[in-house]
């Protein structure tokens, strides 16, 4: 009954250096989404996916990039990392129900990958 | 646009108090509204949720009514417990013009409880 799964969960970074986030989950949903949590400013979306083969940016996309490989499967990668960049990411996916819209359907998250960028 | 709003944190209470987390919105639209928790080394967990105005969302003896002409969705709980110790965030996701929001969250700053024995 794993959900959503992702990997790493802690990476610590040089500034200048790249790395991708990976992200799946099991449960058949539609929609993934990538936001970053930091301190006293909640989750902010980065990136999210409506289905398999698009991607739209949310709020803070720049200096990111995603890739939504197949149903199950959505990365986060940084192409050149940066301190502003230290956070805690998280991965979350959705499904609207039967005959619902997509705003009422919760989203289930990952446990997070905490980054450190020096 | 949209935004949430939480009251300022950290909440410190004793076991058995009771608790009320303030949440308000604004949003262009009509939206759905969430409290999420999350525990220590956790991601975020979906406590509760209501969907239109004046319903009420309950889970683990927490509550939130959504307060349209007051645009706020506040959390409450009666009795709190050593294990209701967490960071709450209250959400919202707002439907586009033909349905297509794709369930995106505008969340609050999040409020850490913490409940000692």
């Known amino acids: 009954n794993a959900g959503v799964t992702q990997t790493p969960k802690f990476q610590v970074l040089k500034t200048g250096q790249s790395m991708t986030l990976q992200c799946a989950q099991d449960m058949n949903h539609n929609s993934m989404y990538w936001y970053r949590q930091d301190p006293g400013m909640g989750l902010r979306l980065i990136y999210y996916s409506a289905s398999e083969g698009t991607t739209d940016k949310g709020e803070v996309p720049n200096g990111y990039n995603v890739s939504r490989l197949n149903k199950r499967e959505f990365s986060l990668r940084l192409e050149s990392a940066a301190p502003s960049q230290t956070s805690v990411y998280f991965c979350?996916?959705?499904?609207?129900?039967?005959?619902?819209?997509?705003?009422?359907?919760?989203?289930?998250f990952g446990d997070g990958t905490r980054l450190s960028i020096l | 646009g949209n935004s949430v709003t939480q009251m300022e944190g950290p909440v410190t209470l004793s076991e058995e108090a009771f608790l009320t987390i303030n949440c308000t919105y604004t949003?262009?639209?009509?939206?759905?509204l969430f409290w999420y928790v999350q525990y220590p080394g956790e991601g975020l967990q979906l406590l509760l949720k209501?969907?239109?105005?004046?319903d009420k969302g309950s889970n683990k003896g927490f509550e939130a009514t959504y307060r349209k002409e007051t645009t706020s969705f506040h959390l409450e709980k009666g009795s709190v417990q050593v294990s209701d110790s967490a960071v709450y965030f209250c959400?919202?996701?707002?439907?586009?013009?033909?349905?297509?929001?794709?369930?995106?969250?505008?969340f609050g700053q999040g409020t850490i409880l913490t409940v000692h024995p």
């Open positions: 949003a262009t639209g009509y939206p759905s």
């Open positions: 979350a996916s959705s499904v609207p129900g039967q005959g619902q819209p997509y705003s009422n359907q919760p989203q289930h």
């Open positions: 209501a969907t239109k105005a004046d």
């Open positions: 959400a919202l996701s707002v439907p586009n013009a033909g349905g297509t929001s794709y369930g995106k969250l505008t």
